[in-house]
């Protein structure tokens, strides 16, 4: 990691179900073809709440040069407002996202609950890899078991109620572009 930095998310006090202070993650990664922004982040069950959050994630995006990645639980589908923006897909406020879904297209992409999953709120998104970057083996993992009595699923213990995604990322056959920072 070279550089990191966090945004936090702004909230709506007079709404109770967007009491959780919620932020965004990224770091820069070193890399052998240049760097690469990585943002993370786990948004709010408040539909309202996420397509505010979404503009301010999009916002801050676009301070950034080069391939980035946003991963993380958006506890929204993707016909979700949300989604739509960051995909490219609708406009909000006279602006759209432009982010590619990696598992877009997949099957067997769900990834909640993790005993029994039935939709997919887990997500990677990429921008600005094109000729330069590409990603492969795009999977949902199986779930993870825990051993932690405290912590109880319906069928047997696991260690999340997400199963996890996972992506590989590597220089695009065609390339020997090297980024830069």
């Not at 990645?69 to 406009?91: H, M, P, Q, R, W």
């Not at 029994?116 to 795009?138: H, M, Q, Y």
Request: hydrophobic content about 40%.
């Amino acid at each position: 990691i070279i550089d990191w930095s966090a945004l936090r998310l702004s909230r709506d006090a007079s709404d109770w179900r967007d009491e959780h202070q919620r932020c965004i993650l990224r770091a820069t990664v070193s890399t052998p073809v240049g760097p690469i922004n990585v943002f993370t982040t786990h948004f709010t069950l408040v539909e309202e709440a996420q397509v505010r959050v979404v503009k301010e994630l999009w916002k801050w995006m676009q301070k950034f040069e080069g391939p980035q990645v946003i991963a993380g639980d958006f506890n929204c589908e993707s016909n979700s407002k949300a989604y739509k923006f960051l995909t490219g897909l609708i406009e909000l406020d006279g602006t759209r996202g432009d982010l590619k879904d990696v598992f877009e297209g997949l099957r067997e992409t769900n990834t909640f609950m993790a005993w029994k999953p039935t939709k997919r709120i887990d997500f990677f998104l990429i921008r600005n890899f094109a000729g330069v970057l590409e990603v492969s083996n795009p999977r949902v993992l199986p779930e993870a078991l825990c051993t932690d009595p405290l912590v109880t699923c319906p069928e047997e213990d696991v260690a999340s109620d997400h199963r996890a995604i996972t992506i590989q990322i590597r220089r695009a056959p065609s390339s020997s572009t090297t980024l830069s920072n």
